[in-house]
């Protein structure tokens, strides 16, 4: 019996939810010193994630040291950064407890399936998995466009902005990762279209969810049929091209002109 997993777009759903830190820093360091040690901290933390692997009891105990570390910075930083640091947890809160969401939206689809999963050799179920992906498929792809299309979006209102280029390099770094630019978070909610902003970021929070929710499903599925595999990882790779192509689109979205 042949078994197919994929937990690279599974740890994409978890791995931006999740970040750990030492401590951060000593009580002169300035803000602009804690959070760029904060931004540190997460990218190796990241790594550290994708290592952890399906390891949930791992995840969760990095999730308790994420949340210790906000509250750390929380504290060091003054008034107005940690406005800007309340805003862009804000704009990621539906990611943060991105490992119980997972945990818990395989053990709702395990209950609610009535899937055997000692045994997943029914045409008709395997069936229907394969049309559940179709639509997810076309629903990536609608929401991938809408990203693309909001690109135009961005630029005319960074230049109908008074913000000189290095405010806007910095604008866009704080769109380009929810761990970056905390200063420029704030001005775009601030001094830009708030709205635009939390569009953009929410559009690839959907994009994410559902590349995570169609992974849940794909760590269930089991086949005895070459044929039905075959069809099944056609599937797989096309998702993948759409969240290749959906990064690919980000990067062209935040990059200054």
Known sequence: MKFFSHPRLALGFVFVCVCLGAPLSRAADSDEQILANFQVESARLKREVHEAGEDMAKVADLQKQMQALIKEVMGKVSPKSRTAFEVSLQVINPLMDGGIVYTEALQKYMDASGFDYTSATSTKIIDRRLEELAKLEKLNEGLLKRAISLETDIEAVLKASKMSAGEQASFLKGFQSSMNGRIGAMRAVRTLDARL????????????????????????????????????????????????????????????K
């Open 197 to 256: 902003y939390v569009e953009v970021r929410g559009i690839y929070g959907q994009l994410r969810e559902q590349l995570g929710k169609w992974a849940v499903k794909e760590d269930v599925l089991t086949f005895e049929d070459d044929a039905q595999a075959t069809i099944y990882n056609s599937r797989i790779e096309r998702i993948n091209v759409i969240a290749e192509r959906q990064e690919v689109a980000q990067r062209r979205a935040l990059d200054v």
